[in-house]
Structures are given as C-alpha cells and as structure tokens.
C-alpha cells in the first residue's frame, strides 16, 4: 500500500475541505428527509473524547455525533447522528453534516457517546481503522513502522472508542473506495469515522 508524501500539520489545514457551520436540515420543506424519532442518551459505553487533543486539519471536517447501538455479534454500531435532533446522516451527502463546535456542545450536553467525521474526496485525508491493535501491532511489524512513519510526518493516531482499536488520519488518497486486510480498513471516502483525541504514540519493537 502507498499513499501520496505526507505533509506536515500546517500543511493539512489548508485546502478546499474546510466546512463552515451547517444549520440543521428543515426537514419539514421535504416529507422524505424528515428524520426518525430518536432518543438521545448516553451509554456511558465508550471512552470521553478528548477535545482538545483533536488537531485543527481534522476539525475542518464534517462532523456527527453517535450513540453506541449493541448488534447481534456484541460489537456495538455507531450510526453517524446529527447534533440537532439526533437524526442519521448519509456519507454521500457532506453539506448535512455539522461542525465540530456543534458536535462538542451535543456531547457536553450529555446526549451522545461521541462524535466523528465524515472522510470524502475532497478533504485529501485517508484514514485507517484497526481492529484489536496490540494483536495486530504484534503480528505485524511492518503496520508498526508504518504508524511510527505517520506520526513522525504529522499524523494524527488515536484510540477507538472502546480502548480495543487504532485510528490514524494522514495526507493522502487511495487508488479505491477503501481496502480490507485483516484487522486492517483503510479509506478515503463517503466513510464515517469515530473521533477520541486519546493520543496513542505507536512504538517500534526491539527484541
């Protein structure tokens, strides 16, 4: 897997990606973009997102809150959720999304159990999702060095709501929609991906 030279964190906040403040959707000018009832509470289930720790290229995104939704297989579903009435969002539609002051307010409200972004085309960020990191990390130290290369450049590495996976956000684009290997999801469009701020300074082994 290659990606295009990563720039340093100055470079990222430039661009075509910065998005203003969405006002919520007027739902009642479209009978079928009227949203579904939705309760907003907080499980409690997730690790309190460290704000501050959310670098200024990612808080350029489009943004959404989420509520932890337990599935058949354990794991738990984080729909992509509008701050202003909770209702869900589509990731081939950016212009509904919100920004990140609104989607930090709604979880200080004690609505929602986190927040995340929204990566398309045209804000030139991929970003990677690792399920289950030190089993991963362990059996492969060529992701290792790869993650340590990327925070060397700028890039952003953070823990997965639960504490159990990896995210990390860098310059570049994919030759596809998004690839699978493993534990392993890289993507750089139409995908929602949770934000924490839980810095995780990856390490290269030495045995």
């Known amino acids: 897997m290659t990606f295009k030279t990563l720039n340093t964190r100055d470079d990222m906040v430039e661009g075509d990606y910065t998005v203003r403040n969405v006002p919520a959707l007027d739902a009642s000018e479209n009978e079928s973009l009227k949203p579904a009832k939705y309760q907003m ?8 997102p460290q704000f501050e720790n959310v670098p200024p290229w990612l808080q350029a995104l489009p943004w959404a809150n989420w ?6 297989n354990g794991k738990m ?3 992509p959720r509008h701050p202003n009435g909770g209702w869900k969002l589509s990731v081939t539609q950016p212009g509904q999304w919100a920004s990140f002051g609104e989607v930090v307010h709604a979880y200080e409200a004690g609505n929602f159990d986190g927040v995340g972004i929204l990566l398309t085309t045209a804000c030139g960020l ?14 492969h130290d060529s992701i ?19 504490g159990n996976g990896l995210r ?10 998004g690839r699978k290997s493993g534990g392993l999801e890289i993507y750089d469009n139409t995908r929602f991906l949770t934000v924490t701020g839980h810095v995780h300074k990856v390490k290269v082994r030495y045995d």
């Not at 509470?41 to 309190?48: E, G, I, K, V």
């Open 126 to 139: 991929v970003g990677i999702d690792i399920d289950d990191w030190p089993t991963v990390l362990t059996a």
């Open 168 to 177: 990390a956000f860098l310059r570049g684009t994919l030759g596809s929609t």
């Open 41 to 48: 509470s907080r499980t409690h289930w997730a690790l309190t």
């Open 144 to 162: 290792t060095q790869t993650l340590v290369e990327f925070q060397r450049a700028g890039g952003h590495v953070e823990l997965s709501p639960s």
């Open 77 to 79: 579903h984080k729909a």
């Open 67 to 72: 509520t932890a939704e337990p599935r058949g």
